[in-house]
Antibody, heavy 121, light 107 residues
Framework: QVQLQESGPGLVKPSGTLSLTCAVS?????????WTWVRQPPGKGLEWIGE???????NYNPSVKSRVTISLDKSKNQFSLDLTSVIAADTAVYYC??????????????WGQGILVTVSS | EFVLTQSPGTLSLSPGERATLSCRAS???????LTWYQQKPGQAPRLLIY???SRATGIPDRFTGSGSGTDFTLTISGLEPEDFALYYC?????????FGQGTKVEI
C-alpha cells in the first residue's frame, strides 16, 4: 500500500519561502511515475501546483511557475516543494499525490493527508 | 487556458435519489485524462473515476462516469448517506492539470 506524508512548517511569514516535503512509502520515487503537489485554500477548490517525474522532469502551473521548485530526494524516497515570495493567498492545505496510469489513462491515485500552511506575520 | 466548469454548484437531494453532476471543458478534452474525485471535510480527495468512465478500485457501481469532447457527467444512482460530499472533475492539457470548481452534493 502506497502512503504519502507531508511535512513542514505550518506558518510562513509573508515574502518568505514555503518548503514542504512528501515522504513516500510502499513505492519508489526513482522507479516510475510522476509525483504531484496540489493545494486547497480554506473553503475553496483544488489547484494543481506542479509535478516531477521519476527522472526529474518537472511541469508547473503557470500561475506559480516563477515561484515554485519541485525536487526529488531519491536517497530518502521523498520529494519536495519550495514556493518563494509567499503572500496570504498562498495559505492553503497542501497535498502531495502520486500520478498513475492504466491503459493510457492518467489520474492521481494516492494522496497524502494534507498539511495546512498559513502565511502570516 | 483550459477551464473546467462544473454544474450545479450545489445539488440538494435525499438518500436514494439519483445525482447527475456535469463537467464542461472550455475546449475538447482527451477522455483518458478526465478524472472525478470525491472529497469529504477534512480529508484528501479520493479517486472515483478515471479515463472518463473507468471506476477506481473499490468504488461502488452506483458511481458512473460518461461523456466525451467537452461534456462529461458523473452519475450517482441511489445516493447513500456517505455520498454526500464535494465532487471535483480534473483534466490534463498543455502540460497542466486543471480542476473544476467542484459540486457539493448535500442532503
Amino acid at each position: 500500500q502506497v502512503q504519502l506524508q507531508e511535512s513542514g512548517p505550518g506558518l510562513v511569514k509573508p515574502s518568505g519561502t514555503l518548503s514542504l516535503t512528501c515522504a513516500v512509502s510502499g513505492d519508489s520515487i526513482s522507479r516510475s511515475s510522476w509525483w504531484t503537489w496540489v493545494r486547497q485554500p480554506p473553503g475553496k477548490g483544488l489547484e494543481w501546483i506542479g509535478e516531477i517525474s521519476h527522472s526529474g522532469t518537472t511541469n508547473y502551473n503557470p500561475s506559480v511557475k516563477s515561484r515554485v521548485t519541485i525536487s526529488l530526494d531519491k536517497s530518502k524516497n521523498q520529494f519536495s516543494l519550495d514556493l518563494t515570495s509567499v503572500i496570504a493567498a498562498d495559505t492553503a492545505v497542501y497535498y502531495c499525490a502520486k500520478d498513475a496510469t492504466s491503459s493510457g489513462k492518467w489520474y492521481f491515485d494516492y494522496w497524502g493527508q494534507g498539511i495546512l500552511v498559513t502565511v502570516s506575520s | 487556458e483550459f477551464v473546467l466548469t462544473q454544474s450545479p454548484g450545489t445539488l440538494s437531494l435525499s438518500p436514494g435519489e439519483r445525482a447527475t453532476l456535469s463537467c464542461r471543458a472550455s475546449q475538447s478534452a482527451d477522455s483518458k485524462y478526465l478524472t472525478w474525485y470525491q472529497q469529504k471535510p477534512g480529508q484528501a480527495p479520493r479517486l472515483l473515476i478515471y479515463g472518463a468512465s473507468s471506476r477506481a478500485t473499490g468504488i461502488p457501481d452506483r458511481f458512473t462516469g460518461s461523456g466525451s469532447g467537452t461534456d462529461f457527467t458523473l452519475t450517482i444512482s441511489g445516493l447513500e448517506p456517505e455520498d454526500f460530499a464535494l465532487y471535483y472533475c480534473q483534466q490534463y492539457g498543455n502540460s497542466v492539470w486543471t480542476f473544476g470548481q467542484g459540486t457539493k452534493v448535500e442532503i
